[in-house]
């Protein structure tokens, strides 16, 4: 039994005909009534080959029987599938993608939804208009403020091969609305990088350095957190954390280096390798790292996101990975500087400047 196959003990099912031109897989875990309601989006929509594929981490609140009744009412194609373990975020995704009969997997976190009845149409009419296509993204918007995250400036291909991948990663930390050939995804299924809570990161990645395409899709394909009277998800922000001291706090993201760099190794020369790193290292500490130290200051505390800072050091993150001593020094430079700015920088001037800055990163 491969890591692609052994996943989850069926619970309930209805395919109707032959594969479906898309795959809907959602890890899901708790958060019933927000699947619900994507589903509601799905069982809405003008395009009708699909499945929904849902691999089920063991949930605890008790719903299942009352999620297999709606999904078997509402005259979806789906499969729904528990997982034997709990086996966490990338287990799961990796879970629900093994579900997956279509030619694309389209990935859904289980409070976000399709934004418009026609938005599988409408994937559907670019995906065919475009040629080969081995992985896409879409831009997606915020339910509740409907502030558009941008992704993408524009339909079209935006690259293949390695460089593609050390360009474009960023573009796969937000899991809807990532889309994937099928099978091309499964050959690359791995447990390596589980915990990362990044998997469709390094799947992406690594079908693009092999040569696969990618394809930007400019319009709103996905509404991000769903809003239910009464209900609220989990998030990093829902308890906040106090420390005592400043002792290293490794949180997922502090892998994405070393995971980018691991899916394109096995399609570039070391030399190349290393130049890759400094390329995606510097990207992270300015766009990504910078933004969550001022985040986590705001949530949780000062002492939180100091401790953060220390979890993120070039010597944790840089393990394995080689480079030269010039450019150790000058990520370690960086490193120093940004976490002056993200400790230091008044949250509110902060979140003034964050449409700009995000403006910034996106052409970066």
């Not at 976190?109 to 599988?120: C, F, V, Y």
Request: glycine share 6%; with cysteine; charged share 25%.
């Amino acid at each position: 039994m491969t890591v692609a196959d052994r996943v989850e003990i069926l619970a309930s099912s209805v395919r109707r005909g032959p594969a479906p031109v898309f795959s809907i897989c959602v890890p899901q875990y708790n958060r019933t009534s927000f699947l619900i309601e994507a589903c509601r989006a799905l069982a809405a929509q003008s395009f009708s080959s699909f499945e929904l594929c849902i691999s089920d981490d063991r949930s605890t609140d008790g719903r299942q029987d009352e999620l297999i009744s709606f999904l078997e009412s509402s005259g979806l194609d789906f499969v729904y599938a528990r997982q034997m373990a709990n086996r966490r975020y990338d287990g799961n995704l990796r879970g629900a993608m093994a579900l997956a009969r279509g030619r694309y997997s389209i990935l859904m976190g289980n409070d976000d939804r399709l934004a418009r009845p026609d938005t599988l149409e409408m994937i559907d009419r670019i995906l065919r208009a475009s040629g080969p296509v081995q992985v896409a993204v879409a831009n997606y918007a915020e339910c509740e403020s409907g502030r558009v995250f941008q992704r993408v400036p524009r339909t079209g291909i935006l690259g293949s091969g390695p460089s593609a991948a050390a360009q474009s990663f960023r573009n796969f930390s937000f899991v809807s609305g990532v889309i994937f050939e099928t099978e091309a995804a499964r050959r690359w299924a791995t447990e390596k990088w589980d915990g990362s809570e990044m998997y469709q990161m390094f799947i992406g990645c690594r079908m693009l350095a092999a040569g696969g395409t990618l394809l930007g899709i400019g319009e709103v394909c996905v509404e991000k957190d769903i809003r239910i009277a009464n209900e609220s998800v989990d998030s990093y922000a829902s308890k906040k954390k106090e420390k005592k001291d400043l002792a290293p706090v490794v949180l997922p993201m502090a892998q994405i280096v070393p995971l980018v760099a691991d899916a394109i190794a096995p399609f570039v020369t070391p030399k190349e390798l290393e130049a890759t790193v400094m390329k995606i290292w510097p990207r992270l500490l300015l766009f990504t790292y910078g933004f969550w130290l001022v985040e986590l200051r705001r949530v949780h505390s000062w002492r939180y996101s100091a401790s953060v800072y220390r979890g993120l050091s070039p010597a944790r993150i840089g393990r394995g990975l080689h480079l030269s001593a010039a450019n150790r020094a000058r990520i370690r430079a960086l490193y120093a500087m940004v976490g002056a700015a993200g400790l230091l920088v008044p949250v509110r001037l902060f979140r003034a400047l964050e449409p700009a800055l995000y403006r910034v990163a996106k052409r970066t």
